[in-house]
């Protein structure tokens, strides 16, 4: 994957706002992340206003319901032409097959090549004592390693993960599998409500393949100048990891 395709915007925006600001960046970032808010207010229009600019877009609906429905949902998605989708890995190993199937049908019934699906693991605002909050005992990590195998097991094409356990779930899952990375943050950026973040050079040469970038770009004075330095950082991070 080349640097330009290891780079997803996360489009948290008003819609006219989000194009216009990957028409911005469009020469550095080749992933658009079209996520849950902006897909409930326009439906399949917010995939194609990026997909007809030449984007890849990362579909980030996080479904998680039970396997037909699921299903059902991962086809309609699969003809959107988009080439990412999110499901919750919790949601166990028959519900991500489920995704993985259906998003394989829709896609070749519209003729498109099927999204990868991107099983969530634990969600990046999450520490250990939000996890035990909701009844998970174990660490942050051990919980990632266990939804990553189930997730690998069950046909997913990549993962969700922070960057701080990318190299250890790459030893989990191997080689093959995108491992996707939010709460990226460039050194001296504010974390916001992401609670495990790294630097766009660290979550690559940790094995990461996708990393996803929001208001690093989005909140910044010169957004393309913003852009073009995380894509520097990454053309450089992938340098030494393939040397």
């Not at 080439?83 to 003729?111: C, I, P, Y």
């Amino acid at each position: 994957m080349s640097a330009k395709d290891s780079i997803a915007l996360a489009a948290d925006l008003p819609l006219p706002e989000a194009i216009a600001l990957y028409d911005e960046i469009k020469a550095y970032v080749g992933v658009v992340k079209v996520g849950l808010s902006l897909f409930v207010e326009h439906g399949p229009a917010a995939v194609t206003a990026f997909t007809s600019r030449g984007a890849r877009v990362f579909l980030d609906l996080k479904l998680h319901d039970i396997p037909n429905t699921v299903e059902l949902a991962a086809k309609a998605a699969g003809g959107l032409g988009v080439s990412f989708l999110t499901v919750h890995a919790s949601g166990g190993e028959h519900m991500v097959r489920a995704a993985v199937d259906g998003a394989s049908a829709g896609a070749k019934a519209a003729g498109l090549p099927a999204p990868r699906i991107l099983a969530v693991t634990v969600l990046t605002s999450m520490d250990d004592p939000t996890l035990q909050s909701v009844g998970v005992e174990d660490p942050a990590l051990l919980q990632v390693e266990r939804l990553a195998a189930l997730s690998a097991k069950a046909g997913a094409g990549g993962l969700v993960c922070s960057a701080r356990e990318v190299s250890d779930v790459r030893r989990v899952v191997g080689p093959e599998l995108v491992l996707c990375t939010p709460g990226i943050r460039p050194k001296g950026a504010a974390s916001n409500d992401q609670a495990r973040v790294e630097t766009p050079a660290s979550a690559i040469e940790a094995g990461a393949t996708l990393l996803v970038v929001g208001r690093p770009i989005s909140q910044a004075k010169d957004r393309a100048a913003a852009a073009k330095a995380i894509h520097d950082e990454v053309v450089a991070a992938l340098g030494r990891t393939h040397t």
